[in-house]
């Protein structure tokens, strides 16, 4: 009883594996296509052109109360220290 369970589970997750690289290569598939079809558009001569509302940046989101911490001056480097029988 216990070695069916344990092969119902080995196959149970050869079956996710098969599927889950089943939908990965599908997906794959279709970003292959997407740019292929971008690159004989580039290469007859246009060029894809990106809605500026997509490449704008975002201010940092501001909390009330949030504490703003000042920048510290930069450690000072230790000494190297002297070699034996140098004075």
């Given at each position: 009883?216990l070695?069916?369970?344990?092969?119902?589970?080995?196959a149970?997750a050869?079956?996710?594996?098969?599927?889950?690289?089943v939908?990965?290569?599908?997906?794959?598939?279709?970003?292959?296509?997407?740019l292929?079809?971008?690159?004989?558009?580039?290469?007859?001569?246009f060029?894809m052109e990106?809605?500026?509302r997509?490449?704008r940046?975002?201010a940092?989101?501001?909390?009330?109360?949030?504490?703003?911490?000042t920048?510290r001056?930069?450690?000072?480097?230790?000494?190297?220290?002297?070699a034996?029988?140098?004075?």
């Amino acid at each position: 009883m216990l070695a069916l369970a344990i092969n119902l589970l080995f196959a149970t997750a050869a079956v996710a594996a098969l599927l889950t690289l089943v939908d990965c290569a599908m997906k794959a598939g279709r970003v292959y296509a997407d740019l292929m079809r971008e690159k004989a558009l580039m290469d007859a001569g246009f060029f894809m052109e990106v809605d500026p509302r997509e490449v704008r940046l975002r201010a940092a989101a501001r909390r009330a109360g949030a504490v703003t911490l000042t920048r510290r001056s930069p450690a000072l480097r230790p000494l190297p220290a002297l070699a034996r029988g140098a004075a």
